[in-house]
T-cell receptor
């Protein structure tokens, strides 16, 4: 059974701090790992990672994948209150059920002013 | 505007009364999927569809039905709802037929309460 574990489950920081969110996975025939941000409504896409060691970056957010150690990290620098959200990690695997997607439980980030 | 539209946004019903949550996308996406989200948990996949007339079970399909008669629509049917189906439901779609080649676009969610 595919498994995605995120840590920590929740995190409280102050504006300006840097945070690192973790996502580890155990899947057969891994193909991609995706990060989403959820702010009290629908999740929105952040990054899709398929290759090890290549950093994806968007403003203050960045993410990298390690396919040998089976994990990804999402970094947020100089956090702002608008970064407060649940961050979800999802893994897609190429197997007989190519349509299945497995999500972690999410990390709830709270950024205090 | 490219979007996934779910209706209704909120629904309160009683045990055993059949209901349908509609989902429609205007992006000509191949793949559509339903998820439920419960407090402290991530998204758990209920059913998905990789093509018209093709549907398959996700991780938590019990008590749900779906159909994909047209590319744009993917309704979720609860034939006999029970209180343990009280949850926040999301419909999502993506361009690629697989779950791993393109990101998901989500609807705004349907909060269902079954009493």
């Amino acid at each position: 059974e595919d498994k995605v574990v995120q840590s920590p489950l929740s995190l409280v920081v102050h504006e300006g701090d840097t945070v690192t969110l973790n996502c580890s996975y155990e899947v057969t025939n891994f193909r991609s790992l995706l990060w989403y941000k959820q702010e009290k409504k629908a999740p929105t896409f952040l990054f899709m990672l398929t290759s090890s060691g290549i950093e994806k970056k968007s403003g203050r957010l960045s993410s990298i994948l390690d396919k040998k150690e089976l994990f990804s990290i999402l970094n947020i620098t100089a956090t702002q209150t608008g970064d407060s959200a649940v961050y979800l990690c999802a893994v897609g695997a190429r197997n007989t059920n190519a349509g299945k997607s497995t999500f972690g439980d999410g990390t709830t980030l709270t950024v205090k002013p | 505007e490219a979007q996934v539209t779910q209706n209704p946004r909120y629904l309160i019903t009683v045990t055993g009364k059949k209901l349908t949550v509609t989902c429609s996308q205007n992006m000509n996406h191949e793949y559509m999927s339903w998820y439920r989200q419960d407090p402290g948990l991530g998204l758990r996949q209920i059913y998905y569809s990789m093509n018209v007339e093709v549907t398959d079970k996700g991780d938590v399909p019990e008590g749900y039905k779906v159909s994909r008669k047209e590319k744009r629509n993917f309704p979720l049917i609860l034939e006999s709802p029970s209180p343990n189906q009280t949850s926040l439901y999301f419909c999502a779609s993506s361009f690629d037929r697989s779950s791993y080649n393109s990101p998901l676009h989500f609807g705004n969610g349907t909060r269902l309460t079954v009493t």
